[in-house]
């Protein structure tokens, strides 16, 4: 099948799981024209169906609960139940038990697609082992505070909160949730808000499609505000004809070495409607890959974010002396195998 095929199945499965805005995939289907990176972040679902075959001897890796969808865009910070801003992955929509090698040759191939990066595969394969190694000898969430100066000048949330909530505000919309999904956003607020106003949203990339929604309030002056994106099963489960999918967003994101966002949460509205629900504020800050265009990747980054693979990996039993044993007998070239397909994907996508 090629990719406009599996692109139309993938998105009838879809319409079993959540009332897909029709609108919402129009608009996904122009961004996977606008280069190879941005159909890389839209078409997981195509991953997963052509990389396991067309790097077969990883499929026979040791698998372990994943991210998946692992991409360079995937990382970002939030503050824990402690107050510490955490920084490392920040989407768990596709987590699925899959062979741990995809999540590294994923983020590695998302790397080198960054529009007019100078960065090599060879740089970024090696930053990114350098730090997935690290990460399964000594795996902990990363926090911000006290991190290194590069990480703090490259991390950081931005603190323009009036910058950032103008934004957000100018971006509101007339649609409205469905009163079920009102009501569970309402009842995600602090005690004491006023004013509360209800919004669609359109953010992303793999996830367009699902209706998100969004609820901004008053709260001592201040605006607070949260999101509930419809919750699927992971496109893995798709493209391997799972039966009865279970969706693995909360284990993963509150796994054993991690350091939880406290208010991100999956919630049902209804028992076969779930969202997942989280704060939307200046320190929910995601990575933005444009402002790496038309430089290389900063290497210590890269580290960075394979080291929160590592520990999420290494959160599944048995798991880091088996990921470590298996290593021994890997080879390279994984990356370029994977970017060629992708372009290929790519060149027939724009082509329709």
């Not at 991210?67 to 402690?82: I, K, L, M, R």
């Not at 991190?147 to 950032?164: I, T, V």
């Not at 070495?257 to 969202?275: C, E, G, K, T």
């Amino acid at each position: 099948m090629t990719i406009v095929d599996d692109n139309a199945a993938y998105e009838k499965w879809l319409g079993d799981w959540c009332d897909v805005v029709q609108a919402d995939l129009e608009y996904k289907h122009d961004r996977m024209k606008l280069n190879p990176f941005a159909f890389l972040r839209a078409t997981f679902f195509r991953w997963v169906k052509v990389i396991p075959v067309a790097l077969l001897e990883l499929a026979a890796a040791p698998a372990v609960l994943s991210v998946g969808d692992a991409h360079v865009e995937n990382f970002g910070t939030w503050v824990a139940a402690n107050g510490n801003e955490i920084w490392g992955v920040n989407d768990f929509d596709d987590a699925a038990s899959i062979p741990y090698p995809f999540d590294l040759v994923r983020l590695a191939t998302s790397a080198v697609l960054v529009p007019q990066t100078t960065s090599t595969e060879a740089q970024v394969s090696a930053a990114i082992l350098e730090g997935y190694k690290a990460g399964l000898a000594t795996p902990r969430p990363t926090i911000v505070t006290g991190a290194p100066d590069w990480m703090q000048a490259q991390l950081m949330s931005s603190r323009g909160d009036k910058h950032f909530w103008k934004g957000l505000l100018q971006k509101i919309t007339t649609d409205t949730p469905p009163l079920d999904v009102q009501q569970m956003l309402l009842a995600t607020l602090p005690a004491g808000f006023t004013n509360a106003s209800f919004s669609s949203r359109r953010k992303g990339g793999g996830g367009l499609g699902r209706p998100r929604y969004l609820v901004v309030a008053e709260l001592a002056g201040k605006p607070v505000a949260r999101e509930a994106k419809a919750a699927v099963p992971s496109a893995w489960d798709w493209a391997h004809n799972a039966k009865n999918p279970v969706l693995q967003f909360m284990p993963l994101a509150s796994g054993r070495y991690r350091s939880p966002d406290p208010l991100l949460n999956v919630v049902a509205v209804s028992p076969n409607r779930q969202f997942i629900v989280r704060p939307v504020s200046p320190e929910s800050h995601k990575i933005d890959i444009d402002q790496y265009a038309n430089a290389a990747l900063d290497p210590r980054l890269l580290s960075a974010m394979a080291f929160d693979l590592a520990s999420i990996h290494a959160a599944n039993a048995n798991a880091q002396a088996a990921i470590q044993n298996d290593m021994k007998v890997r080879s390279d070239g994984y990356t370029e195998v994977a970017r060629k397909s992708v372009e290929d994907d790519f060149k027939v996508w724009t082509a329709t």
